[in-house]
């Protein structure tokens, strides 16, 4: 189902045009009727293949408990209620993390915390929708031939190594000391840079525009 979903997400971005001048292969320009139809298709869709992953997760859980099934800390027992307001958490994460500019995946481990599930739970969900956002991008930009493959091969080696180093690093950590906060701090932390650098850039770009007219705000004098 998440490979069904990581299609439906690249087909209808590579459909429709982007705001940012993203060319579309079936010559959609930016919010043209095509472009809006293609838009509320792909949040409809995806809202369909979230309620039947929903229900799917539900019968089977049922089904474990009714067997005797008893699940640990770590297991997530998904019911109506959590399994309803979980793809509205990870909906508003993603919206949020659009509007900021970073990755959805680091705005929704606070609300996974927030909604009560096991660190570990939260930092294989938040990496998970990460890697699915990120090559759902990537793929997008290698289909529209917008990639640089100089700049591609620098950001996937800093990625695997950052990545390779984390994992056993805290692999490291939470087997030594029992402690699965130390992913949690971590997320914190990058959220927090992330925030900050964020801040920093906002507001260098929205000087430099104001300065050059481009924010439609101009001198009074």
Not at 73 to 80: A, G, L, P, R
């Amino acid at each position: 189902m998440i490979c069904v979903i990581w299609l439906v997400v690249v087909a209808f971005s590579v459909l429709r045009s982007g705001k940012s001048g993203e060319p579309s292969i079936i010559g959609v320009r930016s919010y043209s009727l095509t472009y809006w139809v293609l838009t509320i298709g792909g949040i409809f869709t995806l809202s369909i293949l979230t309620w039947i992953l929903s229900s799917n997760l539900n019968k089977r859980i049922q089904a474990k408990l009714a067997t005797g099934w008893i699940p640990n800390s770590s297991e997530v027992i998904w019911t109506n209620p959590n399994s309803g307001v979980y793809p509205i958490f990870a909906a508003l994460a993603g919206l949020i993390g659009g509007l900021l500019g970073i990755g959805g995946g680091m705005v929704l481990a606070p609300l996974l915390i927030e909604l009560g599930f096991h660190d570990l739970v939260v930092s294989a969900t938040s990496a998970t929708a990460v890697l699915l956002t990120s090559s759902s991008a990537l793929t997008q930009y290698i289909i529209l031939d917008m990639l640089l493959p100089s700049y591609s091969i620098v950001y996937l080696s800093v990625g695997i190594a950052a990545t390779a180093s984390g994992q056993i690093t805290f692999s490291y950590l939470v087997a030594k000391y029992n402690r699965t906060s130390f992913l949690v701090g971590s997320i914190a932390i990058m959220i927090i840079v992330s925030t900050i650098l964020l801040g920093i850039s906002g507001i260098i770009n929205t000087i430099e525009d104001y300065k050059t007219g481009n924010m439609g705000i101009t001198k009074p004098w």
